[in-house]
């Protein structure tokens, strides 16, 4: 079975400038999560996903970050436009059921995103 | 909101000692613990979690947390140290007030000596 799998690994942008990042999620999990680590700091919660509802956006930082998932399948975090403080790592993560009360969350390797 | 606290953002060990992480929690309510593993290039690894059942959770590869309600610790061990356990280490509650997301702590790099 293929675990969580995360494009781009790194990507590496001009301030103001557009980027997408994609989290494909392990088939058949209905639960998807993404989570922001900026260096030094605590991997931070951004948004939850239930099929293709947005169930918790609490943590998205500001309206320049926009996440869908199609078809509650595969889904996206565009950053537009991008910042320097949007430097970090993106981690995606998939569960069956509500990851929060099992704690089985399945991660992926991450997206580093660096803004110069 | 739940929130947990490392101690420690990097801890050395030597091969065959004892591993100890620290972690405490700020929780309102009964909480759910966890702690995961990050090896180099890969994703997050859950390697226990407490869910109000036993105190003491075993998990993979030889760890285990006992969790203390009354010093509201969460630590993790393991009694001797392979060198494979170099990782970074996380702790985090469940947030029941926010759809149960998961608060992390800020990670604690663990390195093995020979």
């Known amino acids: 079975e293929a675990g969580v799998t995360q494009f781009p690994s790194h990507s590496v942008i001009e301030k103001g400038q557009t980027v997408t990042l994609r989290c494909d999620p392990i088939?058949?999990?209905?639960?998807l999560y993404w989570y922001r680590r900026v260096m030094g700091k605590e991997i931070k919660f951004l948004l939850h996903f239930v099929k293709e509802s947005k169930q918790d956006e609490s943590g998205m930082p500001n309206n320049r970050f926009l996440a869908e998932r199609t078809g509650g399948t595969y889904s996206t975090l565009k950053v537009q436009p991008a910042e320097l403080e949007d430097s970090g790592v993106y981690f995606c993560?998939?569960?069956?059921?509500?990851?929060?009360?099992?704690?089985?969350?399945?991660f992926g390797e991450g997206s580093r995103l660096t803004v110069l | 909101a739940q929130s947990v606290t490392q101690l420690g953002s990097h801890v050395s060990v030597s091969e065959g000692a004892l591993v100890l992480l620290r972690c405490n929690y700020s929780s309102s309510v009964p909480p759910y613990l966890f702690w995961y593993v990050q090896y180099p290039n890969q994703g997050l690894q859950l390697l226990l979690k407490y869910t109000s059942a036993a105190t003491l959770v075993k998990g993979i590869n030889g760890f285990e947390a006992e969790f203390k309600k009354s010093e509201t610790s969460f630590h993790l061990t393991k009694p001797s140290a392979h060198m494979s356990d170099a990782a970074e280490y996380f702790c985090?509650?469940?947030?029941?007030?926010?759809?149960?997301?998961?608060?992390f702590g800020k990670g604690t790099s663990l390195l093995v000596t020979p």
């Open positions: 993560a998939s569960s069956r059921l509500a990851g929060g009360v099992t704690g089985e969350l399945f």
């Open positions: 985090a509650v469940s947030d029941q007030g926010s759809g149960y997301a998961l608060n």
């Open positions: 088939s058949g999990h209905d639960n």
